[in-house]
């Protein structure tokens, strides 16, 4: 099949969910850094989310680790997507259900209007994730690998 073919075949936003897993990774890996060396010039991305800075800093170097892990995930979910391999749209799956978990979660705890909007987003991205055409895309291969 032509490329050109199998681009007309996907279902739009295909590459931008690809894009989407790529860029958290890296927001996840910076938070990584800045939590685990802090006093960095990459400090001032804090500056866009100064709540979750201060509600992050406290447990240092242990959140950073946690960040760092989560980056490699949504990377590999985002390189195994871009190849269409099933195991990533597993992965891909799992992550956006864990983010409709947490925006419940924010619901109950009283942060209403957090938890609305991305319950919202996160629950229209797993119902892209789920839609059939989406997953026919990917291939079960041996290993993963190809």
């Not at 802090?38 to 500056?47: F, I, P």
């Not at 989560?70 to 983010?99: E, N, S």
């Amino acid at each position: 099949m032509k490329f050109e073919e199998e681009i007309q075949r996907a279902p739009r936003g295909l590459a931008a969910f690809g894009v989407f897993l790529l860029w958290g990774s890296t927001m996840a890996f910076l938070a990584a850094i800045t939590l685990t060396w802090r006093g960095t010039v990459l400090d001032r991305v804090w500056d866009l989310n100064p709540a979750g800075h201060k509600q992050l800093v406290p447990f240092g170097a242990k959140a950073g680790i946690l960040f760092f892990a989560l980056g490699v995930t949504l990377a590999a979910a985002g390189i195994g997507w871009f190849r269409k391999l099933l195991w990533a749209w597993r992965l891909a799956i799992a992550i956006i259900a864990t983010q409709v978990a947490g925006n419940i979660v924010n619901i109950l705890v009283g942060h209403i209007l957090e938890g609305a909007v991305g319950i919202t987003a996160s629950s229209a991205l797993l119902f892209y994730l789920l839609r059939r055409r989406v997953r026919d895309c990917f291939q079960e291969t041996l290993a993963g690998l190809r």
